[in-house]
């Protein structure tokens, strides 16, 4: 038995819901440039779950049904209430889904129905978690979900309180629809080695978003934020990059396991950072990032994965830094619920092997001998 270090390269499990084939990345084999440019995050949380694009009223089913499971029990306001006010945002938002899971009903239940309305909850809920946590945390009143609003758009209003514009709503839909799955990506692998075992859906989300917290997988576009306010001024840029380089440090929002000509992604992303940064009137986060991209493929060949150019866009809309990853959960959880359905389908406990480089043959030394 050989160990592959970080599984690189290892085929660990059949699936249907997204590839990523020479560098293109599909969902249910339609081209992601096209969804980005064509589709809503809601036509896309569909397709990944029913593995087809909606007709109207399959669209408008699903998108009534988020709306209605969109407000979050009050037991869970008290609980975000309560938390530390400096907690990390991603500690908080999987304390926050273990706790949902106890005032659901449905949470230990296990039929394909109890699933997919499991799915939808976390779906329509996880956005108010997350906007009533940044609220709670400022000492303000969350605000309720309009019902019949799209999930971009509901996202931005329950966070500031106010109508967000259509470019706003625009840069969030497309965000969400280029976060929403990936393939075997390191949560949503967790998530379904937890439900193998057959636990509940909630704790395969729980996994997930512990998983996603992490700087090298979906917590890299708070560090690319970080670096950029490090970075400070477009002028700095080149010099504080080369020092990191040379000292080894890894540029955040940079480099892909699976990628190694370019993540099809990042391209959107990019747009939308220049877009926003013309209409705030402060494009200065985008030209640095621009900059840095510049260098760091130059100097190393490393291209932008969708972390990179999401932190512009990101700040741009006004949010703080650290609700970037969790604005990431809120999208993966399509992916990850469609992931957990599939995974149900066909289980089977996954369950690989180590490669022993412990000792061998060791004797059990008595208390009294040992060193
Ligand atoms: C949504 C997502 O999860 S996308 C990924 C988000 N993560 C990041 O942006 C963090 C920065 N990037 C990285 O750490 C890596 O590129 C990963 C984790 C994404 C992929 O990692 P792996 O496939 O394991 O590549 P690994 O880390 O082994 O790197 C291979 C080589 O490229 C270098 N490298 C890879 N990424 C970077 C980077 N961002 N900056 C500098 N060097 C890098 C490594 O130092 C290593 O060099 P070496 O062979 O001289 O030691
Ligand atoms: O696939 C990966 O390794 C990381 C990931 O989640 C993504 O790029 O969206």
């Known amino acids: ?15 249907s819901i997204s590839s990523i084939i020479d560098g293109v990345l599909t969902y249910r084999g339609i081209n992601i440039d096209e969804l980005a440019e064509k589709a809503t995050f809601e036509e896309v949380v569909y397709l990944l779950w029913f593995g087809k694009l909606p007709n109207q009223s399959e669209l408008d089913d699903l998108k009534g049904k988020l709306s209605e499971a969109s407000s979050i029990p009050e037991e869970v306001i008290q609980y975000v209430q309560g938390l530390p006010k400096e907690v990390n945002s991603m500690a ?3 304390s926050i889904v273990s ?3 106890l005032y659901d009903e449905e949470a230990n239940e296990m039929s394909d129905e109890a699933n997919i309305r499991k799915a939808i909850r976390l779906q329509a809920q996880l956005p108010t978690i997350v906007a009533a946590f940044a609220r709670l945390r400022e000492g303000q009143e969350p605000i309720q979900p309009k019902q019949g609003a799209s999930i971009a758009y509901n996202f931005l209003y329950m966070l500031t ?16 629809i280029l976060h929403a799955d990936h393939e075997l990506n390191a949560s949503t692998f967790a998530s379904r080695v937890t439900v193998a075992t057959l636990s509940d859906m909630y704790s395969g989300v729980v996994s997930a978003i512990g998983a996603l917290k992490g700087p090298l997988h979906g917590g890299a576009n708070e560090q690319v934020m970080a670096m950029l306010e490090e970075i400070g001024t477009s002028d700095r840029a080149e010099s504080v990059i080369k020092e990191k380089l040379s000292n080894k440090e890894k540029i955040m929002g940079f480099g892909h396991r699976v990628y190694k000509n370019g993540d099809p992604r990042a391209k959107h992303l990019q747009k939308m950072s220049k877009q926003l940064g ?9 030209e640095m990032s621009t900059q840095i991209e510049e260098i760091v493929t130059g100097s190393k ?13 990101y700040t741009s809309l006004g949010i703080p830094r650290d609700l970037f990853t ?3 959960a809120m999208s993966r959880v399509s992916g990850w619920t469609a992931h957990i359905l599939e995974q149900f389908e066909n289980n089977r406990l996954i369950r690989p092997r180590a490669e022993y480089t412990g000792p061998s043959s060791a004797p059990y030394v008595p208390m009294e001998d040992r060193a």
């Open 278 to 286: 013309e209409v705030t009137g402060n494009s200065n986060w985008y």
């Open 1 to 15: 038995m050989t160990a592959t270090k970080g599984l690189e390269g290892i085929v660990a499990t059949t699936s």
């Open 301 to 313: 060949g490393l291209k932008p994965n969708v972390d990179f150019y999401s932190a512009s866009v």
């Open 99 to 101: 706790t949902l899971s």
């Open 92 to 94: 908080a938002l999987r």
């Open 326 to 328: 969790p604005i990431f």
């Open 161 to 176: 309180g106010e109508e967000p514009t259509d470019i706003a709503v625009e840069a969030m839909d497309k965000a969400l």
